[in-house]
């Protein structure tokens, strides 16, 4: 999946121009209903994001803490917060850096600069909702392996093919050890889980966990 594929486009997201005031700026935050915002210049480029936390931080930081009128009618520019947008042909794994820092990940065209739109936390989860199959019915495996079992999955699936299960979602990832990996297997509901089980494990795989969901 690229970002492309659940990117909200910058026409639904109406960014902030960076030399907007900092005034205009809170009251289109309070118009959208938002606390964050993408910031772009007038050629429409990237130029970071902004919010209440970010003008706040740069108010309070002055040398004269007191906050008067005129602090509001400076230039955004000024509590802009840098963050390194992604590539709209970038691969969606590379927005899950982003998901505890930001509450979207900004990304551009192709030129590398202008602002294309940006990918939702909230698109981030559905995408790996959908990619685990946690919403769809059926029976989930947990298999324990070690890093290097030739052919992983090409064993796997010669375990699993006699019993002509459909598969939901398999997904590999680290086990916090060097050596050793996991495999979520989901398949649809089956009458033979006790002789996948027993498949897999003649396969080399060990049953960490089986689970009707």
Known sequence: MFIKNCLTPCSQIKPIEVD????????HLRTLRLDTIPVV?????FAGIT???????????????????????????AALHPIRPLHILD?????????TRYPFVPVVEEDGETFAGIVKIGDIEK???????????????LLGVFI?????????????????VNIIA?????AGESYI???????????HIQEMEHALERKGFRVLNIKHQ
């Open 20 to 27: 907007s005031s900092i005034r205009k700026a809170i009251s």
């Open 127 to 141: 995408a790996l909702t959908s990619t685990y199959g946690h919403e769809v019915e059926g029976v989930r495996f």
């Open 148 to 164: 290097d079992m030739p052919h992983q999955l090409e064993q796997l699936m010669n375990a699993i093919k006699p019993f002509d």
């Open 181 to 191: 990996r996991r495999i979520l297997l989901k398949v649809k509901s089956t009458p």
């Open 170 to 174: 398999i997904a590999s990832f680290d």
């Open 51 to 77: 919010g209440y936390s970010y003008i706040m931080k740069y108010l309070l930081e002055q040398e004269d803490a007191h906050i008067d009128h005129h602090k509001w009618d400076q230039p955004i520019s």
């Open 41 to 45: 210049d007038s050629a429409q480029s």
């Open 91 to 99: 691969d969606f794994e590379d927005t899950l850096p982003y998901c």
